[in-house]
């Protein structure tokens, strides 16, 4: 929802990134408020992946101009669990797997650790169950997912829910989804794009990165992004992302050149 | 061969007249013929290709008596028994100790000394006994084999089923010792066993430990066997585990190695019949100066049989490992499925890994994969954890965690599985830097 008076969380001027020696974003800006849902859309190798993993702090990608506010304090000067504790949260594409892992320890030591920055409670096992198991149903997940080891062996939507259920364990005040949407079925895609919803408040907000219009019938975005070439190239309202879905992005990109 | 090693070879031959013989006549000849050739073979040195990496001469600069009568210490008894287990036998140095024991002769499934189970089945035993580990080509099984005087006898019958997992618990309590466990396991056709073979040690200083375990599995029998070696921290400890496996059966390992300054696990198995299945899943877990080595060798001679090993080393400190996985598809072992994958993980820049798969293939219609990785944690891996809110060392603690506990995970007893997750917990986690 967009509120003029509401609070900056982000505001990004000129971002510019290199990603083994190539330049990959060339000026990006971007400010987003509480209680906005952004979508970022835009060909493949358009830089918006990018864009999400240089603010989340991939050691990969190397910032070599601009700056990135999150509320107030310097990104770029904060490693990438800062970052997190802060509340900056990055729902990855290709969730890791990580073998031996129980999901549950995992979560557990994510939101310890998360509430602990924060000055905040942190859960015991049993505590913390009973935590999980709540913010499980929001995702109609299984809760046999617990006891299995870090996204090992879970489907393209298993891995996104579970994506979504740590962004609702850790409860960022900026989620950046980077195709989340990518690899799920239709129910997947609504179950996942509800939990969003739920998730959202005026205090917080999202970005969207996708490459399609569908996820965006279920999470409405109030600003819909086009890159191309590591910069955003045109910002409208999700009418522009129906416009893309039927025309495709050429005729912008030719705008744009022309 | 000099005279230290003569000397060596001398102390723990001198064990054989140290103990009995055994109740029986064939027995003796069997110990005989071994004896003859631990004093013909030759010690392996690095110079052998079963050996390259694994140098034996600080062991053969020792000399190891047999181990005197000692109390068993039954406090030591309660951190290594598993508690779900049905039966249990327990050697403490080599001896047998009935108090700590409980044996089970039931429903087909017999758990017992060694020399009781000769007294009372000693046709059935002799048939089978060294019929799997050749003592003819290894100097340290012929040793074992010369000082046979007891050990641990499984016995499952046909269709048996074991109530629970079988325990098999060699303490070691004095240094300067050599002991020589021999394990003989019988699975027959139809059966179902868990075994738990454990080496844990209690013992300051130097104590060598040679043990032989020898299973044979029956037509679609399966045979789970979990072996955990955390012997103390000045053992030797050399062993090898010889497997037969008949039509349909399966045979699945977990072996875990934790202890022992130097270890040595020789693992043969060989897919005697059609359509045998066997997984091998291994993890050596080592750290300041310690050389965990693991020989593997599965042999499939028949048609459709599978294999699948993953072996895993996570090295810290200025630790070595020493991986050799041979993998043998003779001629007309068609339609064979093998899978071997050796991954390791360095955690310190002195840490050192060897490994080498060998696949060796004579049959035309198989499907094998095989492959080996050495390295550190991924930076996507570290990443995806930072993101989440970890610091870097609790990020990597994790993930050197999880690297290991994969396969601890793949152990079929519970109170096992968590004492070894608490091992490597605390072996994996370094302190915040910061």
């Not at chain 1, 557990?108 to 096992?125: H, I, M, S, W």
């Not at chain 2, 631990?38 to 062991?59: C, V």
């Not at chain 2, 053992?235 to 037969?244: D, K, L, S």
Request: net charge negative.
């Amino acid at each position: 929802m967009i509120n003029a008076n509401a609070r900056t969380l982000l505001e990004v001027c000129d971002l510019t990134t290199k990603v083994a020696g190539v330049e990959i974003l060339k000026g990006m800006n971007l400010t987003v408020r509480a209680g906005e849902v952004h979508a970022i859309m835009g060909p493949n190798g358009s830089g918006k992946s990018t864009f999400a993993k240089a603010l989340a702090g991939h050691p990969a990608y190397e910032v070599t101009g601009g700056t990135a506010l999150f509320e107030g304090r310097n990104l770029f000067e904060m490693p990438a669990e800062e970052r997190a504790r802060a509340g900056l949260f990055l729902g990855f594409q290709y969730p890791v797997e990580v073998p031996g892992v129980a999901n549950s320890q995992f979560l557990r030591l994510a939101y310890n650790t998360v509430q602990g920055a924060r000055g905040k409670d942190e859960l015991d096992p049993l505590e913390f169950d009973d935590f999980v198991r709540e913010k499980m149903k929001l995702l109609e997940m299984d809760p046999a997912f617990l006891d299995r080891s870090v996204n090992e062996g879970f489907s393209g939507g298993e891995k996104k829910r579970n994506e979504i259920l740590q962004m609702a364990l850790l409860q960022p005040k900026l989620a950046f989804l980077d195709e989340t949407d990518s690899g799920l079925d239709i129910d997947a895609l609504r179950i996942v794009a509800h939990g969003v919803n739920k998730l959202l408040t005026p205090d917080n907000a999202v970005v969207l990165v996708t490459h399609y219009q569908r996820l965006l019938n279920y999470t409405v975005p109030d600003y819909v992004h086009v890159m191309d070439g590591g910069r955003i190239i045109k910002t409208g309202d999700r009418t522009l992302a129906l416009a893309l879905e039927e025309r495709g992005y050429d005729w912008l990109v030719e705008a744009q050149a022309a | 061969m000099s005279t230290a090693t003569t000397a060596f070879l001398e102390s723990l031959l001198a064990g054989h007249s140290a103990v009995p013989a055994g109740p029986l006549g064939w027995v003796s000849a069997l110990r005989a013929v071994a004896l003859e050739r631990g004093n013909a073979l030759t010690l392996p040195t690095t110079r052998d290709e079963d050996w390259r990496f694994t140098d034996l001469s600080a062991l053969y600069k020792l000399a190891f008596k047999p181990a005197a009568a000692a109390a068993p210490p039954a406090a030591a008894l309660d951190l290594f028994a598993a508690p779900e287990v049905a039966a249990r036998l327990v050697f403490v140095d080599g001896r047998y100790a009935p108090t700590l024991s409980s044996v089970l002769v039931a429903a087909g499934i017999s758990v017992r000394d060694l020399r009781a189970a000769l007294a009372a089945d000693g046709d059935f035993i002799r048939a089978r006994l060294a019929a799997l580990a050749d003592f003819r080509d290894d100097a340290f099984r012929a040793i074992n084999t010369a000082c046979l005087s007891g050990g641990a006898f499984v016995h499952a019958r046909r269709n048996a089923v074991a109530d629970g997992p079988i325990q098999l618990l060699f303490l070691s309590t004095q240094p300067e010792v050599a002991t020589h466990p021999r394990v003989l396991i019988v699975a027959e056709e139809g059966s179902d066993l868990t075994v738990l073979e454990e080496y844990a040690g209690l013992a300051d200083g130097a104590y060598l430990v040679n043990g032989v375990t020898e299973i044979a599995v029956g037509p679609a029998a399966r045979v789970r066997h979990v072996r955990v070696q955390r012997e103390a921290a000045g053992a030797f400890h050399i062993a090898t585990g010889a497997v037969r496996l008949e039509r349909d059966a399966t045979y699945a390992s977990v072996s875990v190695a934790l202890g022992a300054r130097l270890s040595r696990h020789t693992l043969n198995v060989v897919q005697a019949g059609e359509g045998v299945t066997v997984n091998l899943d291994g993890l050596a877990l080592i750290h300041e100066r310690q050389l965990a080595d693991t020989h593997s060798f599965i042999d499939h001679a028949r048609p459709h049989g599978t294999s699948r090993q993953l072996h895993k080393c996570v090295v810290g400190d200025q630790a070595h490992a020493v991986f050799n996985g041979r993998i043998l598809v003779r001629e007309g072992a068609q339609l064979t499925n093998s899978a071997q994958s050796s991954r390791n993980l360095l955690l310190s820049r002195r840490a050192h890994v060897d490994t080498k798969p060998q696949l060796e293939i004579f049959a035309d219609d198989v499907k094998c994969a095989h492959g080996a990785a050495i390295g550190q944690i991924e930076a996507d891996e570290l990443f995806y954890l930072r993101s989440r809110g970890l610091s870097e060392t609790a990020a990597r603690n994790l993930l050197t965690y999880g690297f290991a506990a994969e396969i601890v995970g793949r152990i079929p007893i519970a109170s096992v599985a968590a004492s070894l997750r608490r091992a490597v917990l605390e072996q994996t986690q370094s302190k915040e830097t910061a």
